[in-house]
């Protein structure tokens, strides 16, 4: 079992999320429940999945729930692109929240791999 709070991987999901959470806020109203609602559950899904992964007791579990954290962070590199596509996101937000959001999930391939 390992402490989630202790985990770079899920203190950098917080931040990201936090990040996308500020996004997201300036948006326009109409996408309050299409983009901005599906970007903000896709970030909170990540920290979440370690959070209770990090619960489980054998490693093969919590491999499973960061891997659930990694398809969420797929899931959130498409609404992204999708968001700057779409001229709702800046060339700077794009850059900002793709370069976090890749070094979140090569770190999270890192950890399943050490968890094997």
Do not use: C
Request: charged content about 20%; cysteine-free.
């Amino acid at each position: 079992m390992h402490n989630f709070k202790k985990l770079n991987i899920w203190v950098d999901a917080m931040i990201l999320a936090r990040e996308v959470y500020f996004v997201t806020s300036k948006y326009p109203k109409d996408e309050k429940y299409g983009l901005v609602s599906q970007m903000n559950r896709s970030v909170v899904f990540v920290p979440s999945n370690i959070a209770e992964g990090s619960s489980r007791s054998s490693a093969k579990e919590f491999s499973h729930y960061l891997k659930i954290a990694l398809g969420s962070l797929f899931e959130l590199e498409t609404q992204t692109i999708l968001s700057y596509n779409l001229k709702i996101m800046t060339d700077s937000d794009l850059d900002h929240l793709s370069e976090k959001n890749s070094t979140l999930q090569k770190m999270i391939n890192g950890f399943l791999t050490s968890l094997k």
